[in-house]
């Protein structure tokens, strides 16, 4: 007879969790949440739900190193991705895209996350549908983005999109 997982040992779901490319690439917020929110306990056990389903990567995007050990301490493997912005410009936002493409070529399933689900995941994410030839016109990436994290992008996204495009050949957004 096979036992049964406690609630516990299941983890739970991160903040603003959502599927980018299904079975392969999602976003959420840092796990254990922002700021003054940020919970040692709400950590673990979201750390814990990733790891029960089956992402194979951690990527973060946080500029510093803070919270990295706890990965380890969990058994998950992770990526240190620092992304500040689109001042890193064009040849930086193509490495990281670059970097992206590379794990999901492995086969990798791979969460992806920064501080809060806001312009710099959004954007580059929308960036990398470009990048990767799932979109072909940077509006449709933008309208894409959008649609599925179910939040508009912001200045800040479209700059970071508008870099991608540039990348892939392509019009920036209007």
């Given amino acids: 007879m096979r036992k049964m997982k406690g609630k516990w040992a299941q983890g739970i779901e991160p903040r603003n969790f959502t599927w980018i490319l299904k079975d392969k690439i999602a976003v959420c917020e840092r796990p254990g949440g922002i700021g003054s929110n940020h919970r040692k306990v709400r950590r673990q056990e979201e750390i814990i739900w990733i790891r029960e389903n089956k992402f194979d990567q951690i990527v973060s ?19 240190h991705l620092p992304f500040v912005g689109p001042e890193i410009g064009q040849a930086g936002i193509a490495t990281l895209h670059g970097d992206i493409e590379r794990m999901l070529n492995l086969d990798s399933r791979i969460i992806v996350h920064r501080e809060e689900l ?12 470009l ?13 894409t983005i959008e649609q599925l994290l179910e939040r508009q992008l912001g200045p800040l996204g479209r700059e970071i999109v508008n870099l991608a495009a540039k990348n892939a050949g392509l019009a920036p957004t209007v």
């Fill in 61 to 79: 995007l946080i500029p510093t190193t803070a919270n990295l050990h706890n990965y380890d301490e969990l058994g998950m493997a992770w990526r």
């Fill in 118 to 129: 806001a312009d710099h995941v959004s954007g580059l994410m929308a960036g990398y549908f």
């Fill in 131 to 143: 990048y990767s030839g799932l979109v072909d016109e940077t509006p449709k990436a933008v309208v």
